[in-house]
């Protein structure tokens, strides 16, 4: 029997080799809204926690709109629309608007990136701005727990700041969405690295998932209090990304609704771990190794892991990018280079002298690479991969021949399509 698993903006077919089981794991997620536009409208004239954005706007004010960035499946060309409608029904002219793109420490976006996020003839008709995180940005003090909280000097100083976002699992805010978008993705380095830092990433809230008691989500809140958002425009979205629910206003409430909706539909339990995970990223994060390997540490590093000790992950991602381009990324890359080898001797190292932000990322692989080998498959950059110390393949099959082989026993292998949007663990 063949399966399919998505694989940049299409699927990669496979047919596991005889003698292993495969269960295909999808969460529950809702059927997407019969009518979004209606949905979003609704939203719009009925927020939560906060009036109508045409009662926030009036025609002075100077009005700066976050938008997330390629890494993202925000349906950035409906929200931002929606959100320059409101704006204007309050008098606001085109010239005192200003789109921000919300990189963080991506690269910057294309004006291709641009034009699919918001369409031609926003980009052709407003300012629009890439964030710099190492650059153009102000203090905003520090936060009651000491973190240094900074933003993007247009996003400070407008009378008047916006975003949208997508709510959807995220390993250190428990899910995204809400107030991240500002305090994450137009935020300055030295607040990108504390929040990143194995100070804050060591505490045990701070997990996929989890909502509750969890640092991480606090500080992001607290950051966009004191940036002074708003207004939040979110959306959950399908595997596929279409939209199941959308919510409007203020960006606590809405990340409160939304997240307690998307905790149950992208919740699985399982009640026996797997010796086999075949983690499905698809497009756009499986455009760079950086962004898929997110898929790894959903699978390892849930509160109860649903692969056994030793237990393959099996990533497939094309990574026409390679590594990644962005500052972020290279700093990651740069570590997996020295250390990946020695997850453990790296791990020690990184929490003993610290890392930039983007490195972060190295420092969470470590974790699963010291418990769990990580493969990827039908990577465009086997060499960049094996650089970083991971196996490449250019197969499903030859892979799982390869981790029967470091087994040595028949494997029990489980097929998740859409691991960035589902919570596995086992009960």
């Known amino acids: 029997m063949n399966y399919q698993v998505p694989f940049g903006r299409g699927s990669l077919s496979f047919a596991p080799p005889a003698g292993m089981t495969l269960d295909v794991i999808a969460a529950p997620t809702p059927a997407p809204l019969p009518d979004f536009p209606a949905a979003l409208a609704s939203a719009l004239r009925h927020p939560l926690g906060a009036p109508p954005l ?84 102000v203090s905003l003090g520090q936060s009651e727990h000491g973190i240094p909280l900074t933003v993007n000097r247009l996003a400070a100083a407008a009378d008047l700041l916006l975003a949208t976002g997508v709510v959807e699992p995220h390993q250190y805010a428990g899910f995204s969405g809400g107030s991240k978008t500002v305090a994450v993705g137009v935020a300055g380095e030295p607040t990108i690295a504390y929040t990143h830092g194995p100070a804050m990433l060591d505490q045990a809230g701070v997990r996929l998932g989890n ?47 939304l997240g307690a909706q998307a905790q149950r539909a992208s919740g699985v339990t399982v009640t026996t771990p797997y010796d086999v995970i075949i983690a499905g990223v698809g497009f756009p994060k499986d455009q760079n190794f950086y962004q898929a390997s997110r898929a790894a540490t959903y699978v390892a590093l849930t509160a109860r892991p649903a692969l056994a000790p030793g237990g393959v992950i099996i990533l497939p991602a094309p990574c026409p990018e390679g590594i990644g381009q962005g500052t972020g990324e290279q700093r990651f890359a740069e570590i997996m280079r020295a250390g990946a080898d020695r997850p453990a001797h790296l791990l020690n190292e990184l929490r003993a002298r610290g890392f930039p932000p983007g490195a972060q990322r190295a420092y969470i692989l470590a974790q699963v690479l010291e418990r769990h080998p990580v493969v990827v498959v039908g990577a465009l950059c086997p060499e960049e991969i094996a650089a970083c110390h991971l196996t490449a393949f250019a197969t499903i099959e030859t892979a799982l021949v390869w981790a029967q082989a470091h087994l040595g026993r028949p494997l029990r292998v489980a097929l998740v399509p859409h691991t960035l949007t589902t919570v596995l663990t086992v009960g």
């Open 54 to 137: 045409r009662d926030l706007a009036w025609p002075g004010a100077q009005v700066c709109l976050v938008f997330t960035d390629a890494t993202r499946t925000c349906p950035d060309d409906v929200l931002a629309p929606a959100l320059l409608a409101e704006l204007h029904a309050a008098g606001a002219p085109d010239a005192h608007i200003t789109l921000l793109c919300a990189t963080g420490l991506h690269r910057a976006s294309t004006l291709a990136e641009k034009t699919a996020k918001l369409g031609a003839d926003i980009v052709a008709r407003y300012r629009i701005v890439d964030h710099d995180a190492q650059q153009d940005v």
């Open 211 to 257: 909502l509750h008691d969890n640092p991480f989500q606090a500080a992001v809140r607290e950051a966009g209090r004191r940036a002074g958002l708003r207004f939040v425009l979110n959306v959950a979205l399908t595997d596929d990304g279409q939209p199941w629910a959308v919510a409007a206003g203020a960006p606590d409430a809405v990340h409160d609704h």
